[in-house]
């Protein structure tokens, strides 16, 4: 083979080894960031995976909150109107959060069942409701 044949072919076999390793890097990097929605009656079918971040939307169970008195724990349950799931969250909830009010919570789900939550959404007026959320309960005839 011509060394300058050679030279180019070293060269081109650097670029696509490289941007491989570079796509495999960003992919690997990404992988942990995805947040996929779950509607709760997935989660109760076992559709959900334990231990990985997901999101779960539906609406808040008319009496199923309760506030620790001594932090800012709570308990609640979410609902799609074909499955429940039990949500525990530590922190300042927002302030349009109500019983049966639309909500979306960030988190992980243990082994247990419990949705362990990080991060709670609420709608943000009279009409709005999160497009994921409009669709479970559409899916499971609920529809408001």
């Not at 334990?50 to 932090?71: A, H, K, P, Y």
């Not at 799609?80 to 039990?86: E, L, R």
């Not at 939550?117 to 499971?140: G, I, Q, R, S, T």
């Given at each position: 083979m011509h060394p300058k044949r050679k030279k180019r072919l070293i060269v081109v076999l650097a670029v696509?080894?490289?941007?491989?390793?570079g796509v495999g890097l960003v992919s690997y990097g990404l992988r942990g960031n995805i947040?996929?929605?779950?509607p709760p009656a997935d989660v109760v079918a076992g559709k959900a995976p334990v231990?990985?971040?997901?999101?779960l939307g539906g609406m808040v169970v008319e009496?199923?909150?309760q506030r620790s008195d001594t932090s800012l724990d709570v308990r609640?349950?979410?609902?799609?109107?074909?499955?429940?799931?039990p949500v525990k969250y530590s922190g300042i909830l927002?302030?349009?959060?109500?019983?049966?009010?639309?909500?979306?919570?960030?988190?992980?789900?243990d082994g247990e069942g419990v949705?362990?939550?990080?991060?709670?959404?609420a709608k943000h007026d009279e009409?709005?409701?999160?497009?994921?959320?409009?669709?479970?309960?559409e899916a499971a005839g609920k529809k408001q």
């Amino acid at each position: 083979m011509h060394p300058k044949r050679k030279k180019r072919l070293i060269v081109v076999l650097a670029v696509v080894v490289l941007s491989s390793a570079g796509v495999g890097l960003v992919s690997y990097g990404l992988r942990g960031n995805i947040n996929l929605f779950y509607p709760p009656a997935d989660v109760v079918a076992g559709k959900a995976p334990v231990g990985q971040s997901i999101r779960l939307g539906g609406m808040v169970v008319e009496g199923s909150i309760q506030r620790s008195d001594t932090s800012l724990d709570v308990r609640f349950e979410v609902t799609d109107y074909a499955g429940t799931v039990p949500v525990k969250y530590s922190g300042i909830l927002p302030d349009l959060f109500d019983e049966g009010q639309g909500v979306v919570a960030a988190g992980q789900l243990d082994g247990e069942g419990v949705f362990l939550a990080h991060e709670v959404l609420a709608k943000h007026d009279e009409n709005y409701m999160p497009p994921e959320v409009a669709e479970a309960l559409e899916a499971a005839g609920k529809k408001q």
